[in-house]
């Protein structure tokens, strides 16, 4: 994922075609790969986990590279999927969590996803004057004041009845048996877009590879990283084996190798490091917005990601890419 600065002259609008790559390479960018080709298999797997959530991944992505356009934002930049991607999170993020059925859901996503261009140049400028990218903050901001709110309004919020609750100490098994095993591997990637389905997963990690092998590579290092590091700290099996405790450290572990830090042994320790750290950051996140309905998202791997690469500037055996 390029530096998201500069300006660029290019004009604002675009042939169909060239915006449909830009749109597919948004929803690759969830992942950093600025691939279209990329863009069609996630796509793929999103619809392949439900019709509706393809619709509204597509929608998010649609809504937030057209408004980008719209505003004059560089051209480059929207062009490499870096003002799309958000979107697509968060369309399918409303469409998980508020209901794919509801016209509600369907509004919020339109203006959600406008607002996340706006929300994602304003980190921009901010994180910029750390050199620091800004992930998937904005689409965890919109998303999570989003679904904190929705109970409280009765026109978005079709549940019986509110999300929060108080954290509560786990329980239940935590040995994985071997199909819980390989199913949370590929759920790892399939969590990134909420999706649990292992088959989903294992879509996304095609698409990743088709874009990237170093990324694939990494992608695997941080699930089996959260993995494990889920099954020795007694993580509950059920979540683990559906992806819920690796997807942040399938990320970090991308973000921290060969995206964002340069290639080598000493950046494959530290993503590992990361991934880890983003793991125990996922299970204390869960804790922490439970009270009030809260979801944890992608807000680990930010956090992580963010400190990380920061750091990488005061660490000789280090350089950014």
């Given at each position: 994922m390029p530096q998201e600065v500069g300006t660029s002259s290019a004009p604002a609008e675009s042939r169909p075609a060239r915006f449909l790559l830009e749109v597919l390479r948004g929803i690759a960018q969830v992942d950093f790969m600025p691939s279209a080709l990329c863009g069609a298999v996630f796509l793929a797997a999103l619809f392949a986990s439900g019709w509706r959530y393809g619709l509204y991944g597509l929608l998010g992505a649609a809504v937030a590279t057209a408004t980008a356009h719209a505003l004059g934002i560089d051209h480059a930049l929207v062009g490499a999927g870096l003002r799309g991607f958000n979107g697509c999170l968060i369309g399918t993020g409303f469409a998980v969590f508020l209901g794919p059925a509801h016209l509600s859901t369907f509004l919020l996503t339109?203006?959600?996803?406008?607002?996340?261009?706006?929300?994602?140049?304003?980190?921009?400028?901010?994180?910029?004057t750390w050199n620091v990218p800004t992930f998937t903050m904005p689409f965890c901001l919109v998303t999570s004041v989003m679904t904190v709110g929705a109970p409280g309004l009765e026109k978005a919020w079709h549940g019986a009845h509110g999300l929060a609750a108080l954290p509560v100490p786990a329980s239940g098994a935590t040995a994985l048996s071997w199909q819980q095993t390989w199913h949370a591997f590929f759920g790892n990637f399939g969590q990134i877009f909420f999706m649990p389905q292992w088959y989903v997963g294992l879509m996304f990690l095609v698409g990743i590879a088709l874009a990237n092998r170093l990324a694939a590579a990494m992608a695997c290092l941080g699930s089996v990283t959260g993995l494990v590091v889920a099954v020795l700290l007694g993580s509950p099996a059920e979540g683990v084996s559906q992806g819920l405790m690796g997807?942040?450290?399938?990320?970090?572990?991308?973000?921290?190798?060969?995206?964002?830090?340069?290639?080598?042994?000493?950046?494959?320790a530290y993503a590992i490091g990361g991934a880890g750290a983003a793991t125990v950051l996922t299970s204390a996140f869960d804790s922490f917005v439970g009270p009030f309905g809260g979801r944890t998202f992608t807000w680990p791997f930010v956090l992580t990601a963010v400190l990380f690469v920061a750091a990488v500037p005061s660490i000789p055996r280090l350089r950014r890419t």
């Open positions: 339109l203006f959600g996803s406008s607002l996340v261009v706006v929300v994602t140049s304003a980190l921009a400028i901010m994180l910029g997807y942040n450290a399938v990320l970090v572990a991308m973000a921290l190798c060969g995206v964002f830090v340069a290639p080598s042994a000493w950046s494959v």
